[in-house]
């Protein structure tokens, strides 16, 4: 049986967190992208950004797992 407790856990983090850390990484994102077309330094950057951009998606669907940390 999942436990409930992680559901409200990762809505919470997903409402709160999620949203303004996908939006940062998003602004970042579009400038290291274009960077690293022109230069390989700025490729794990702009990785490490697009990691940010997907992680409303991550929360969501651990929400709806109920998945712990651990």
Do not use: E, H
Request: net charge positive; with cysteine.
């Amino acid at each position: 049986m999942r436990n409930p407790l992680w559901f409200c856990f990762w809505l919470i983090v997903l409402l709160v967190v999620s949203f303004v850390v996908a939006l940062l990484g998003a602004v970042f994102y579009i400038f290291t992208y274009l960077f690293a077309q022109c230069c390989d330094c700025f490729r794990s950057v702009a990785d490490f950004c697009l990691k940010c951009v997907q992680f409303p998606g991550y929360c969501a669907a651990a929400m709806l797992n109920c998945q712990s940390l651990c």
